[in-house]
């Protein structure tokens, strides 16, 4: 049986499609989950895809946090059931708790959406066995708050336990902290970052195809579990 | 030196989506009675002394506001 | 205040009205008593004001616009499903797949508050589109600003480029392409014309028709605010600074602030209700708000439509009826509907948290009446006021300055040793030098359809996943050349606007324009006008494709100085299978070669290398060749089909040298260029002839591409080969440039004057 990975539309939400399409091209199944629905459907993992949920007027993911959806995330998180929150949704991850830290306004004051390399820090979390340790991926950057932080013993911690996953290389185009892209929690299961892994699945559409490896790395991890 | 405060507020009749996005939320947060929320701006500028009124109204309508689509008060309070 | 209904209005034909305050002249006013047979209410004055305003009614350009119409031919129309009329033009594109895509200007609320301005541009076009019942897939932005280092342009540029992207961006709409250009003469006078282009199937065409006596009428999206009140027939009229009154109420900003996430919620909401098939009609509302989608959607349908604005939902206080009708409130829509699919409608609205509200219902009397309160304030017939509007012929004069203009300046031309700083020069010159500090802050991949965008030629996207249909877009002008010789630069743009497409592989099938003038009231604008509207039209004869629909936008200057005259051409072309796109940047293949197609003479009349150089802008413009346009179309569809092409770029502003810059920095390779030693070099590098390609051929394709130009009657020219080691353009007997020079030359002129 296909692992079944939910992707979730909040109001706002843009890529939530994009992230389908990156599961079916991985062999997965994507299974839609709507966000007034305190229900996972029974999926495997979880995708919060990006976008602006909600406008992100007050904050970005401060509002779709408590949308009924996260409810049923949280408790499943707890589990250990592999999340993973691209932009939009690593903000939402971030404002829920279940990561650490919290994306500000990027250092350059405005919105950048470019090709941006990255450095695979962490090959041992739900969604990064595929990739090789130090390897440098071309992944889509696209966001206005993109900047990491993170008060300085939750950042020490991060470092310490080795659970930065993507850094930013050849340049960091928001001021995030330590060049920081994407962070996992303590026990590898979720994962956040900035920058778009579901627009780098095809080199017709995409600066590449690096992206695609997350997904297959989820779709190994809930085959073998 | 004294501490001014300039409020930065989107004019009345001008739509606020940000003040209308919290609104909306709260209810659904369980919150109720809340009939309008309007979001906004709040600069704090430490000044010498011997800057005037009228230079601080310069200041809020020439920067800190866009007086197209904002309004401004500015007041000097206790530092 | 008394309210002014039809009853007290009939009681007092003696009453004052300010309408001349709100854009209307003597005879207009006095044309809507005759039709009313009685003086207007409050209410209808405030809806034929808007309605006959330049913006609405096209009072000034209908005459010439109806050229369109009469050059088009039926085989130029037999791929076209709506054209010039409705709210966008529609193209059958193949596969089942309808495609629809307008340009529309919003140049002085962009002036006034560029951030704002700009974003509820891009949230208008974005209506139009869904209004056709089309999903909307992606932006494009042509832009017009005054010099790059005026103190305006720094307020002015930022805050229109963080408000096309602003918007954008938050709806989930990739930005794919466009231009910027600098002039001074769009001091106080910038250009934002912003494109977009949906999708359907063809079965799902939308037209805003209110057939079907009973339907309801559904205003559903934002609630109506004192937003932009009087604002199309003042702020688009001849003062932009008239009483900026509703009868009644203080000078009100006429600036609206868009709303993004409701758009977006509103796009998701209607694609589910044209999927359930619950939508008899729909009908965005634009400039002029409800008194425009009332009185459209009844003169388009059965004849007649009773609206209770009390039902409107307000966000202000005390609104009049004729604040209501005229108010530019964003992100809002007006669907006609079956009373039978009534409750399903709401249900959709409520599972998206759209407010939506009845407002009325389709009659079959002919009449558009409103009632307020329970009385009547509005009651006229709805094509008097949304079709019937004042028609002006213009006096038209050729300016006495023209033939002057025409004759070339002397202007001093370089030594061959000064080619080389020439060449890095002009890359880094304002209307030359990278675009990428404006288009990094656009989104480009959101939906995962982008096949090319910005540096490209043109954007292309994918249509439908499974056979890789798509389309590609352009958007081109040239102000200059339109300055010099209108009717040749209206051609010039559309010429360049078609080889963009070409060059990417796509078939152009369909062209839109947005444009841009100074006042008609002058008779030498009218003439630029008249000029570019039959240069366009007989350009698009020429090529046999057809133009669906445009916009024009008057009155862009200031005092008695015009801007350049504008016409912004887009053109959209089709592809069957976007893997076959041809790239912008060489060096897709080791060895490649690169062939020059087509001629180069000695054209710099209104060149940017006269601007960039001399200050001087005189002479004629390039000469236009469409049929070489068109062979040179037909030779790049055969080259991508075929596997024979895999770079192509065209020629433009800069000419050669320009585009070798460009080609090389954007595939990231170096190239190695002889120049033709029978050709002055200067002329081969720096001119701008029309109907140039360079292109990058795999050397196994080479004699099978060049025998296909030769026989075809195409001339080429062997101009290099790409070489990925050398990480340099070499242009032999001119110089040597590394990447990096080029690179910092073209990349930083931007960002040093905006960061």
Redesign the interface.
């Known amino acids: 049986m296909t692992a079944r990975v939910g992707v979730i539309t909040f109001p706002g939400t843009l890529d939530d499609q994009d992230a389908a399409r990156a599961v079916k091209y991985a062999g997965g199944e994507a299974v839609s989950l709507w966000h007034a629905d305190a229900d996972l459907r029974g999926v495997d993992a979880v995708i919060v895809p990006g976008g602006f949920s909600y406008g992100d007027y007050l904050r970005c993911g401060a509002i779709a946090r408590f949308a009924p959806v996260m409810g049923p995330v949280i408790e499943a998180a707890a589990k250990g059931m592999p999340i993973l929150g691209i932009c939009n949704g690593f903000q939402i991850l971030c404002e829920a708790g279940l990561l650490p830290g919290a994306l500000v306004r990027n250092s350059a004051m405005h919105f950048v959406c470019r090709d941006q390399w990255l450095k695979v820090d962490n090959t041992s979390t739900a969604w990064t066995t595929r990739y090789d340790q130090g390897a440098e991926i071309l992944i889509p950057l696209k966001s206005g708050e993109g900047g990491y932080v993170a008060e300085k013993p939750a950042l020490d911690e991060l470092e310490g336990e080795g659970r930065v996953v993507f850094r930013y290389a050849g340049g960091n185009p928001n001021g995030s902290l330590n060049d920081i892209a994407g962070i996992t929690d303590a026990r590898g299961r979720i994962v956040g970052l900035m920058p778009h892994p579901e627009h780098a699945i095809d080199a017709l559409t995409g600066p590449s195809d690096d992206g695609l490896g997350m997904f297959f790395s989820v779709l190994d991890a809930l085959v073998a579990a | 030196m004294a501490r001014v405060v300039v409020d930065v507020m989107p004019k009345p009749e001008i739509l606020d989506p940000q003040g209308q996005a919290v609104a909306k939320a709260l209810p659904r947060l369980g919150f109720q009675g809340v009939t309008e929320v309007r979001q906004g701006k709040r600069f704090e500028l430490e000044v010498d002394d011997d800057v005037d009124d009228e230079t601080l109204t310069k200041i809020a309508s020439g920067l800190l506001a866009n007086t197209v689509i904002e309004d401004f008060t500015v007041r000097r309070v206790e530092s | 205040m008394t309210l002014d209904t039809v009853k007290h209005a009939e009681s007092t034909p003696d009453t004052e009205q300010p309408y001349r305050e709100l854009g209307l002249k003597d005879d207009e006013y006095q044309r809507i008593r005759d039709i009313l047979g009685r003086r207007p209410t409050d209410a209808e004055l405030a809806m034929y004001s808007v309605m006959w305003s330049e913006h609405c009614s096209y009072k000034s350009s209908k005459v010439h616009l109806g050229y369109f119409g009469k050059t088009t031919t039926e085989e130029m129309r037999s791929k076209m499903l709506a054209g010039i009329g409705e709210n966008a033009g529609v193209v059958d594109i193949g596969d089942g797949w309808a495609v629809t895509f307008k340009a529309e200007s919003h140049n002085h609320p962009s002036y006034?508050?560029p951030y704002?301005g700009a974003a509820t541009g891009v949230g208008g076009i974005v209506r139009d589109i869904m209004a056709m019942g089309a999903r909307p897939l992606a932006v494009m932005d042509a832009l017009r600003f005054g010099a790059a280092d005026a103190p305006d342009t720094r307020r002015v540029l930022?805050g229109v480029v963080?408000g096309v992207?602003?918007y954008g961006?938050?709806?989930?709409l990739p930005n794919i392409g466009g231009e910027v250009v600098f002039d001074p003469t769009y001091i106080g006078n910038p250009l934002v014309n912003a494109l977009c282009v949906g999708a359907m199937r063809v079965e799902d065409l939308h037209l805003a028709h209110a057939s079907g006596t009973g339907n309801k009428v559904i205003l559903f999206g934002?609630r109506t605010?004192?937003?932009g009140i009087g604002g199309v027939s003042v702020l688009a009229s001849d003062t932009f600074s008239g009483d900026e009154t509703g009868p009644g109420r203080k000078k009100?900003?006429s600036?609206?602030?868009?709303?993004?996430?409701?758009e977006?919620?509103l796009i998701e909401c209607c694609l589910e209700l044209f999927q359930k098939r619950i939508v008899v009609g729909i009908q965005d509302l634009g400039g002029a708000g409800l008194s425009c989608a009332t009185s459209e959607l009844a003169a388009a349908g059965d004849g007649g439509m009773h609206v209770v604005l009390d039902s409107v939902p307000l966000?202000?206080k005390g609104m009049t009826p004729a604040e209501i009708l005229s108010s530019e409130?964003?992100e809002r829509m007006c669907a006609v509907v079956r009373p039978s699919d009534v409750d399903a409608f709401m249900a959709v609205c409520a599972k998206?948290?759209v407010t939506a509200t009845e407002i009325g219902e389709v009659t079959d009397t002919e009449r558009l009446v409103i009632t307020w309160h329970g009385e009547v304030v509005v009651d006229v017939p709805p094509r008097t006021v949304a079709h019937q509007g004042p028609v002006y012929h213009r006096p038209i004069e050729r300016p006495a300055d023209q033939d002057d203009l025409q004759v070339p300046a002397s202007l001093p031309r370089p030594q061959a040793s000064e080619l080389r700083d020439l060449v890095v020069r002009m890359a880094g010159s304002h209307n030359l030098a990278s675009r990428r500090w404006v288009?990094?802050?656009?989104?480009?991949?959101?939906?995962?359809?982008?096949?090319l965008a910005q540096p490209s030629d043109s954007g292309m996207i994918?249509i439908d996943e499974e056979t890789g249909r798509g389309v590609a877009l352009s958007l081109d002008s040239n102000g200059r050349y339109c300055k010099l010789d209108p009717y040749e630069g209206a051609k010039l743009a559309l010429a360049e606007a078609y080889r963009n497409v070409a060059v990417s592989g796509a078939t152009p099938v369909a062209v839109t324009n947005c444009m841009n003038f100074g006042s008609p009231e002058d008779p030498g604008v009218m003439w630029q006008f008249e000029q570019a509207v039959r240069g366009l039209a007989d350009g698009c004869v020429e090529l046999g494709i057809p133009v669906t629909g445009g916009n024009v936008s008057f009155y862009n200057q200031t005092g008695t100085t015009a801007i350049l005259p504008t016409p912004v051409v887009g053109v959209l072309g089709v592809i069957d299978d976007?893997?076959r796109r041809i790239p912008t940047g060489i060096g897709a293949e080791a060895g490649e070669t690169l062939i020059l197609l087509g001629d180069t003479r000695d054209e710099f009349g209104g060149s940017e290398w006269a601007h960039v150089v001399h200050g001087s802008l005189s002479g004629l413009p390039p000469k236009a060749d469409l049929a070489r346009e068109k062979l040179l179309a037909e030779i790049l569809r055969s080259g991508s089909r075929d596997g024979m092409v895999s770079a192509a770029h065209d020629l433009s502003e800069g000419g050669l040298a320009q585009a070798l810059v460009e080609a090389c920095l954007i595939g990231q390779t170096g190239a190695r260029v002889f120049l033709d030693p029978d050709q002055d070099a200067f002329v081969q590098l720096f001119s701008e002839s029309a109907g140039r390609v360079m292109v990058a051929v795999p050397r196994t394709e080479e004699l099978r591409f060049t025998d296909m130009c030769s026989a075809r009657g195409l001339p080429w020219r062997k101009l290099g080969v790409v070489d990925p080691d050398a990480g340099a353009l070499e242009i032999q007997d001119i110089g040597t440039f590394t990447l990096d020079e080029l690179r910092t030359a073209w990349e930083s002129t931007l960002p040093a004057l905006f960061?």
């Open positions: 006034v508050e704002q930022p963080a992207g602003g961006n938050c709806l989930g934002a605010g004192l937003d009100l900003p600036v609206q602030v868009g709303d993004p996430f409701t977006k919620v966000r202000a409130s964003q998206w948290d288009t990094d802050q656009y989104d480009r991949y959101v939906r995962g359809g982008t096949v994918r976007v893997r960061d």
